[in-house]
Every structure is written in structure tokens, then in C-alpha cells.
């Protein structure tokens, strides 16, 4: 994911350009610390007080530089226009949060508010066109015959969530003036490894595997993940 959200800006803004970006649902803040040690000015907002002492804990670990250059916001990401003016932010993340979410709209509404003219919006979303591939390729197949008729499931942290539909998505970033430019498929192949697999030693090969079926059809289509750049018009 973090190769094509690099394919994306490097697309769209000038090189060497420092990026105002809001990471929502930042986590342990991942993609956080990745975009400013890239030079970036990265705000990033987080509900979860255990994420955030992670993130604040992996950040004291860093340069200076880098350490300035994030800001940590405690929130769940629906009162950005609390927090920030509208057209603040040059790109706007929101990775892993949609599926916990029944509504979603009022959200991403919110988040294309955050964005400059020509920003980009990044959502990462559970895949609600393939259901039945993790139960199937696991070999559950009652779990796989329900999955077919919804897009509602129990995550690996035995919560429950949802899935979007890209169709779904695509009309609702049209809707709120930040189009869909590109999508992409996430572990096409290895979703099913299981939970602390050790990295293999041909990782990059791995890597590769990964990007080429996340970006050709019809592989992406049958992703776990989608990963959506929306832009702001």
C-alpha cells in the first residue's frame, strides 16, 4: 500500500514538495512516520489512547527533524472540521477505518472538506466484492456460502465490521467532489497467512508479486483489501 500511495503523490504533486497530510486512523502511525521521514508535515489523529502511546513511543525513537514534522490529535476522525479549516491538507488518509463505521458518508464528506483543491484522498476499505475468498482459500465453506450474501463479517481482532463495494465508493467520492483516479487491490495472495508469520527470505519478491496483482485486473478485483485515490476537484 505504501508503494502505490507513493505512485500516487509522486504523480500528482512536484517533486521534492513538503505535503500537508492528515493520516485519520493513524494507528501506531505507520504510514505517519513513513510520509515524514520523507519530509512531509504529517497530522495525525487517533481515538485509541494504546495506539497513540505507540505512536508517540515509535516517534521519540526518531531524528529531531522527523519529530517536529508529526502532530498527534486524540479524535476519531469525524470532528476534523473541529479541529482543521477546510482545504488544510494536500492529503488526506484514512486507512483501515470505513469498516468499523455503519455510516461512512458524513465521514468522507468531512475529509474531502480537509482537502486543497487538487488533494488526494486515500482510503484503504475492506473488499465488499469478495466476501467469500478468505473463508474459501481457508477451506470454511459454510463461512464462505454466507458470504455471499453480505458484505458484514468478524475481523482477525474478533470484531465485528463491514466491507464497501467499489461501486458503492465510487459514486459516494463523486458525490462529495473528490473523484476516483486510481484503485488498487491489497493482499491479493496473502491474505491468509496467518497472524505472526515470520517475513520470508524472498520478501521482495513477495512485494512484487503484490503490486503487480494489486494494480491488474482481474486479480485486484478479488483483493481483501481496496485501496481508493480520490481527488479533489
Request: net charge negative.
Amino acid at each position: 500500500m505504501g508503494r502505490q500511495l507513493d505512485e500516487q503523490i509522486a504523480g500528482r504533486f512536484p517533486v521534492g514538495q513538503r505535503l500537508r497530510v492528515l493520516d485519520v486512523g493513524m494507528g501506531q502511525g505507520t504510514q505517519a512516520l513513513r510520509l515524514a521521514r520523507a519530509g512531509h508535515q504529517v497530522t495525525g489523529v487517533e481515538q485509541d489512547p494504546k495506539m497513540i502511546a505507540r505512536a508517540r513511543e515509535e516517534l521519540a525513537g526518531e531524528p529531531e527533524g522527523i519529530r517536529e514534522r508529526v502532530r498527534i490529535v486524540q479524535g476519531d476522525g469525524r470532528d476534523t472540521g473541529v479541529h482543521f479549516l477546510p482545504g488544510s491538507f494536500d492529503v488526506v488518509l484514512c486507512h483501515g477505518v470505513l469498516m468499523y463505521i455503519e455510516e461512512p458518508d458524513p465521514l468522507l464528506a468531512g475529509l474531502a472538506r480537509m482537502l486543497a483543491p487538487g488533494g488526494l484522498l486515500s482510503l484503504l476499505v475492506r473488499n465488499g466484492d469478495a466476501p467469500a475468498m478468505r473463508p474459501g482459500l481457508s477451506g470454511d465453506w459454510a463461512g464462505a456460502l454466507a458470504a455471499f450474501d453480505t458484505t458484514a463479517y468478524r475481523n482477525r481482532l474478533g470484531l465485528d465490521a463491514r466491507a464497501d463495494r467499489l461501486a458503492d465508493l465510487t459514486a459516494t467520492l463523486a458525490g462529495i467532489a473528490a473523484p476516483l483516479h486510481a484503485w488498487y487491490g491489497v493482499r491479493v495472495f496473502t491474505d491468509t497467512a496467518a497472524d505472526g508469520a515470520e517475513i520470508p527470505a524472498d520478501v521482495e519478491t513477495l512485494l512484487a508479486v503484490e503490486e503487480r496483482a494489486g494494480k491488474t485486473d482481474p486479480y485486484r478485483g478479488v483483493a481483501a483489501l481496496l485501496h481508493l485515490c480520490g481527488v479533489r476537484g
